[in-house]
């Protein structure tokens, strides 16, 4: 597709239940972010993919949050055992990573609103 | 640690006002990123600009200039003749060198009235 896409645009659930959020990147970018929007905290880098290396997971708030990438393309954000505080907007982005370190600009997609009960 | 600071919360002018939205940045390192995205009510954020720490050059693109100060660590951005469609949340953010992810500004919600 012509840009990020992520799915679903709306997820409800019920407090202890586990949920798992999409993202699709641009086709041909390398790199890929998870971020989360929330009143109280604002914009919130929480995971960080880059090609074949290991992930950058810095950012996660607790182990009930884990990421895969498969195939080096679609991404899933999965939330166990879920707690009102994690009602927030996922954002994901993706960007053309250029070797030696430079950083590229990120392109975000329409993200997913968690809301739970 | 890298750290942005929007101290405008809100702001609101009446249409062909012009506009400036303040980004003050902190970071340790001497190459970094700075980018402008926007964020309009329907939630998607959109990018805007970037700029180097190595380019202190000011940028225009249309409306809309940059005001890069490496002095001061600001990176500040003007609307000119402002328009009902700019209504959105502007958000500043940096990258450094050895970070790639983005650190944002609390964003500043920006209101053109008719």
Redesign the interface.
């Known amino acids: 597709g012509a840009g990020v896409s992520q799915s679903p645009s709306n997820k409800v659930t019920e407090k202890g239940k586990d949920v798992e959020l999409r993202c699709d990147p641009i086709s041909g970018h390398t790199a890929l972010y998870w971020y989360r929007q929330s009143l109280g905290q604002g914009l919130e880098f929480l995971i960080y993919f880059q090609g074949n290396s290991a992930p950058d997971k810095s950012g996660l708030p607790s182990d009930r949050f884990s990421a895969e990438r498969t195939g080096g393309s679609v991404s899933t954000l999965t939330i166990q055992r879920t707690q009102q505080e994690d009602s927030a907007v996922y954002l994901c982005a993706s960007s053309l990573a250029v070797l030696g370190g430079s950083t590229d600009t990120q392109y975000f997609g329409p993200g997913t609103r968690l809301t739970v009960l | 640690a890298q750290k942005v600071t929007q101290a405008q919360t809100e702001i609101s002018v009446v249409e062909k006002e012009d506009v400036t939205l303040d980004c003050v940045y902190e970071t340790r390192d001497t190459t970094y990123?700075l980018?402008w995205?926007k964020q309009p009510p329907?939630?998607?954020?959109?990018?805007l600009i970037?700029r180097n720490s190595f380019d202190e050059q000011n940028e225009i693109s249309g409306r809309y200039s940059w005001n890069f100060q490496k002095s001061t660590s600001s990176f500040n951005f003007t609307i000119t003749a402002s328009q009902v469609v700019d209504s959105a949340v502007y958000?500043c953010?940096v990258?450094?060198?050895s970070a790639?992810?983005?650190?944002?500004?609390?964003?500043t919600q920006l209101t053109v009235l008719p």
């Not at chain 2, 790639?100 to 609390?106: C, E, H, K």
């Open positions: 990123y980018f995205y329907s939630g998607e954020l959109v990018f970037r958000f953010a990258s450094s060198g790639r992810q983005l650190t944002f500004g609390s964003g």
